[in-house]
């Protein structure tokens, strides 16, 4: 009787050994994350991917034990991020807050979010408001959590506490802190959208795909997360075996772009291209125009292009120095103030960011703006921005 007693709470009533538990955790942890980016997500708040019914559910289910999570307090908080991102009023940005802040206190920063009630029925509409969502998952949302406590002792003993304390930790450590923060602080960029979001590694098979930030940022609505031939988001290939076996549907994706020869002057095609790419514009004219002329620049001095201008000031040429610090911003000003050159492209470009953001005019409008531009800039006797203009007039998005 004592040793039974011993071996249920040692190993609970499957008396799995350490690595068989271990698979556990991996699988718990992965349905976990799955069921935030492919559900919370790139479903319920940018509607990129329906899911069949039964599914969709358990998904819902699922993030209430292991996370206490309400969708549509989730989806909220999220949108928010987006409409409001980088300002004060984003509920996480290490731009407002700090990167230690976002970081260590990310769950904390939630649940600040979560008592914003105005904010959670402005950006929340369309979640579920079912019979359970209403007397379960919202009013009980940590009984899941409970439940999955008493569930875990029961199956695995001692251990399966680790196990909920990991599963506890999993969404607020990687989600909260790393993606939140990190996010928007350290990686790479695909492209320079008005953000300070980044990708942190083009691939990482436990995060479900949220390590694709940058690429998110640029098209929110896109059920997939991967841009590059060498960038594999998990989250898109799940959503991929689910569409092959009828139990999902992809409703938007990031469009392909193109580029037509011999274009004389943009048209339509072009102007819609720019429309659904115009963060792709804005880095291609960073790495087109920009570094080009920069390199020219240095080896004009005689100087290294890191002593001609350090890195993060580089960065803030393409948005005008918006996420640089002011003293940053004034130097990088003053700099640009001593080089006609490249102050004709910063103009160029702020003007081309004027067309590509404007807001109210009607589509002919916009497009004379933009011929008119392509124009001049084929007429201003710079070669780098001359061959930018006659690849522009060229974009065209294409079907996938």
Same mark, same amino acid.
Not at 4 to 10: G, R, V
Not at 87 to 101: L, N, Q, R
Not at 246 to 275: C, G, S, Y
Not at 374 to 397: D, F, P
């Given at each position: ?10 190993? /609970? ?21 799955f069921s935030v980016t492919l ?6 708040? &940018? ?5 069949? !019914? ?9 993030? @209430? ?6 969708t549509r307090e989730w989806v $909220?908080?999220?949108?928010? &991020? ?11 940005? %290490?731009?407002?807050?700090?990167? #230690?802040?976002?970081? @260590? ?12 009630? $105005? ?8 979640? +579920?408001?079912? @019979? ?26 001692? +251990? #399966? ?10 969404? %607020?450590? @990687?989600?909260? /802190? ?56 998990? #989250? ?24 037509? %020869? ?14 659904? &790419? ?23 001095? #005689? ?22 610090? !002011? ?21 160029? *470009?702020?003007?081309? $960011? ?34 930018? $203009? ?5 974009? *065209?998005?294409?079907?996938?």
């Amino acid at each position: 009787m004592h040793d039974t007693l011993i071996d249920l709470l040692t190993g /609970g009533i499957t008396g799995i050994g350490w690595w068989q538990w271990a698979l556990v955790l991996l699988a718990a942890t992965q349905l976990t994350i799955f069921s935030v980016t492919l559900y919370l997500h790139r479903s319920q708040a &940018h509607r990129g991917v329906d899911f069949h !019914p039964v599914l969709a559910h358990f998904f819902r289910f699922w993030t @209430w034990l292991t996370t206490s999570m309400i969708t549509r307090e989730w989806v $909220a908080i999220h949108r928010k &991020h987006h409409a409001k991102v980088e300002t004060d009023e984003d509920p996480h940005s %290490p731009v407002s807050k700090g990167i #230690g802040t976002v970081f @260590w206190r990310g769950v904390e920063l939630y649940r600040q979010a979560r008592a914003e009630r $105005a904010d959670i029925e402005q950006y929340g509409r369309g979640t +579920p408001e079912d @019979w359970i969502e209403r007397h379960l998952y919202t009013p009980h949302a940590n009984l899941g959590p409970v439940l999955l406590l008493a569930v875990n002792t029961v199956l695995f003993g001692l +251990p #399966g506490v680790a196990l909920w304390a990991i599963q506890m930790a999993w969404i %607020p450590f @990687w989600a909260a /802190g790393v993606v939140n923060g990190l996010g928007h602080w350290w990686g790479y960029r695909n492209f320079e959208s008005s953000d300070t979001s980044t990708n942190l590694t083009p691939w990482a098979f436990w995060i479900g795909g949220e390590e694709l930030h940058n690429n998110h940022h640029a098209f929110p609505s896109s059920a997939r997360f991967s841009m590059r031939r060498w960038e594999f988001d998990i #989250g898109w290939n799940a959503i991929r075996l689910l569409q092959a076996l009828r139990l999902a549907k992809v409703l938007r994706v990031a469009p392909a772009m193109d580029i037509r %020869p011999n274009i004389a002057v943009p048209d339509a095609e072009t102007l819609k291209a720019l429309l659904s &790419h115009r963060f792709q514009a804005m880095t291609d004219f960073q790495r087109n125009v920009f570094m080009p002329a920069l390199r020219e620049e240095a080896a004009q001095a #005689g100087a290294r292009l890191r002593t001609l201008l350090p890195r993060r000031l580089r960065r803030g040429l393409v948005n005008d120095g918006r996420w640089l610090k !002011p003293a940053c911003r004034a130097q990088l000003g003053s700099w640009i103030d001593q080089r006609p050159r490249i102050r004709v492209l910063v103009e160029y *470009r702020a003007r081309l $960011a004027a067309v590509l953001e404007a807001r109210g005019q009607d589509a002919g409008e916009r497009l004379r703006q933009l011929q008119a531009w392509c124009h001049e800039a084929e007429a201003s006797g710079i070669a780098v921005l001359q061959a930018y $203009a006659a690849r522009l007039k060229g974009y *065209r998005l294409v079907a996938q």
